[in-house]
């Protein structure tokens, strides 16, 4: 059995670390091929999370770079079909929602090659959400829909793919059960400096919110408003968010930046935050498995579970509403088992040495 991953982004190479530590599990007939797009290259934001997460170097380093959707997406395209061509695998592994999953679904469904898709059947129902297009397009693309809750798959039952689903549970939980501790010895300096309880955790990072100066000035004004009036902020910025601030002159006031955060590092802060504010769909269900409460600085989440009990509460940019929310964190709970029981990279790989599509018992390849 030949597998190859296609990732490109931060939050996927968390889940491909779960998927090389079950393929790692499995007999000499298993191959698994990495290639990386280049969607995130910099160290900060790619070759750092390699190193601490002992994912093998990739097979393909595709140095595609940032860019806008079209010229990046098209870039995927070109450099990725060559090495499709040439491995021919028995399975295209997707991940997540990125450009890095659209280019590799689209080239492999030209090429006749089996796919399947990671975090299937996620819908946030807004289509000016590029990530949104990302999954839908994956997802109708896609031979195998590897799902990681039950909405998930009443999620694709509505779009007439149910037969093509399988409820695996979440990658991303396995990944923190597997880190958690790891995170703490390794970042240890940095868990003297944080005593749990004595900070908030931010990230923004979404273009809905970075590209939008207003959208982005109410959030930095609504984290300075916290930083001085309930608890200290810490915020690790992302890149394309540094250059914004930096173009807007958008002034972060009291709020602590640093630089982009390692997984492990990332992890640590997330488990000793007082609450966090969030964009990102993957650190909304870090927070979750964590049990710290999250504001989510969106309007709607594709990760509807976690608003239970009040442990994820959405706000979208409005200044008065995170601020309110912030002050409410102390409400939340008790969380739930929602996203498995941390073998969802195991039953990923038994899903893709089992499945038969519907109507042709002789697919796919026999390990």
């Not at 530590?21 to 934001?45: C, E, N, P, S």
Request: with cysteine; net charge negative; glycine share 8%.
């Amino acid at each position: 059995m030949k597998i190859l991953s296609v990732v490109g982004a931060r939050p996927q190479f968390v889940k491909l670390a779960v998927i090389c530590r079950a393929a790692a599990r499995r007999d000499a007939t298993w191959l698994h091929r990495i290639v990386h797009t280049g969607q995130h290259y910099d160290q900060g934001m790619s070759s750092v999370f390699f190193e601490e997460l002992e994912i093998p170097r990739p097979d393909y380093d595709l140095g595609v770079g940032s860019g806008p959707h079209g010229i990046q997406t098209g870039e995927m395209l070109k450099r990725l079909e060559p090495v499709l061509e040439t491995e021919k695998p028995d399975w295209v592994l997707l991940y997540g929602d990125t450009n890095s999953t659209l280019a590799g679904a689209l080239t492999a469904s030209k090429l006749g090659l089996p796919a399947a898709h990671i975090e299937a059947g996620l819908r946030s129902y807004r289509r000016s959400m590029p990530e949104e297009i990302n999954r839908i397009v994956a997802d109708h693309l896609s031979d195998l829909l590897l799902c990681p809750t039950d909405l998930a798959v009443s999620n694709l039952r509505k779009e007439g793919l149910e037969e093509r689903a399988v409820l695996t549970g979440d990658v991303m939980y396995d990944a923190v059960l597997a880190s958690r501790a790891l995170a703490e010895r390794q970042c240890s300096s940095s868990a003297e400096r944080r005593p749990r309880g004595s900070f908030c955790l931010a990230t923004v990072h979404r273009a809905e919110n970075t590209d939008d100066p207003d959208r982005l000035r109410r959030i930095v004004a609504a984290l300075d408003r916290i930083g001085e009036t309930i608890c200290p902020v810490v915020w690790p910025v992302h890149p394309r968010t540094q250059s914004r601030l930096k173009e807007t002159g958008i002034s972060t006031g009291s709020v602590q930046t640093l630089g982009p955060a390692s997984y492990l590092e990332m992890l640590l802060l997330e488990s000793r935050a007082r609450f966090i504010l969030t964009d990102s769909g993957g650190v909304q269900k870090e927070a979750y498995f964590l049990e710290v409460p999250c504001i989510t600085l969106r309007a709607e989440t594709e990760w509807v579970e976690t608003l239970e009990n009040g442990c994820n509460v959405l706000t979208d940019c409005c200044e008065e509403k995170i601020l309110q929310a912030a002050l409410n964190t102390g409400c939340a709970g008790p969380w739930r088992a929602a996203y498995g029981d941390g073998s969802a990279g195991i039953r990923i790989l038994d899903a893709l040495a089992s499945w038969r599509m519907p109507g042709s018992p002789e697919r796919p390849v026999t390990a």
